[in-house]
């Protein structure tokens, strides 16, 4: 049975109308011998579903321009741990077996699937998570680190949805000997009397348990002395974060933070963090005790430790109270001149231009393997930002074979005409027709 949780992860689908994983696309536009990418040749092959909208984001690496507000966040974070190595370059281009097999994820993951992830051929795929270095860095001889990078992954289109973000992957690393552990309890017992003053609500249900294990090759009290290590530093951390506004305001509500069990193949046991923000709680982060598997690839060998995976533009959407998950790639002065070098500011919408929808309904052509992010891609590729949303309706008495989509169109920067929306939009249509077979009602 596939476990809802092995699917975890920031951008969990939500997508109404999905028939299945594929492993190979069997919708797609036809794609020449090979690709280039950043100046660079890749030959093509039955998996390559990477689009030019996407191959066009590649080289803008949004979290090393200077006063972006991820670039910021991202320095906030490097100053909250600042004896551990930051690293931010490595290419976003890395074999499957490093994005999945190294950590030990199974053959038949969600996650690999052609409707999931983008791949340049079966050899080469866009990392989707930045916790596909783990094994490289470990490797390199590092011992506690964070690295900052973009990662891709097919979604649907929304508001808090976009097919490219960031993560920064932090980890620790602690001699599995008595000195090692000595420092380990030294380390959890200033983090905890620093927590201790603090405004801060920490809701922690999460314990190691019959579900969410202690590894067999790990000592047991040693295990949960680093599962508390990783939770008081990520507490410390989310109090830097979203704590700074509240220090010393009297009568300020709480924050509040809980952890929940999660899962994940390269961890255990596993934990998520949410943060409650405007009347929901948000998942900011997954994180857990390595599996020795992980180490034992990377050569390193008498050491215990925690890993992290943080998605920054949702912490960076409240942070700076940024509406929309496309305008971190905006260009336009009236959204980069709002932000300074380490400064965390509160953004100022400079207006919001009229939305405008069109419908599309249409048969699938039978056992068509289409799938919705499919049609989202294709819409992306054709009207790149100025899709605000994309809504699927299933028509209540037709059901299988019948797809209907109201397509938001919604320049962030404009207004945009009529014609030239419905120009976009006949586009859409005629694409989708020719591309994926479909008949449209
Ligand atoms: N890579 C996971 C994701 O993208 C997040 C994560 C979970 C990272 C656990 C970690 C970890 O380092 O230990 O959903």
Redesign the pocket.
Known sequence: MLDMRMV???QRCRCAYRYSHRLYSTVKPKYPPSIDICGTQYPTDEVTNITPAIISKIPIRLHTQPAHPLSNLRSLIESHWPDFAHLSSFSPLVTPFKNFDELSFPKDHPGRSVTDSYYINKDLMLRT???AH?VEVFREGQSKWLLTADVYRRDEIDASHYPVFH?V?G?KLYESNSTGMKQLEQDNLRLEQYLAKSNIVIEDVANVSETNPVQERHDAVQAEMVARNLKLELNSLILTLFGGAREGAEGEEPLRVRWIEAY?P??SP?FEVEVFFRGKWLEI????V?RQATLDTAGVQNKIGW???LGLERIAMILYSIPDIRLFWSTDPRFLSQFKEGEISTFKSYSKYPSCFKDVSFWLPENSGFHENDFCDLVRDVAGDLVEDIDAFVHPKTKRGSLCYRINYCSMDRSLSNEETNEIHKTVVSRLTNEFGVEIR
């Open positions: 975890s992860c920031f998570h930045t916790s783990e993560q992957e980890a994940f390269f961890t596993s982060l997954g994180c857990g390595i890993a992290f995976g």
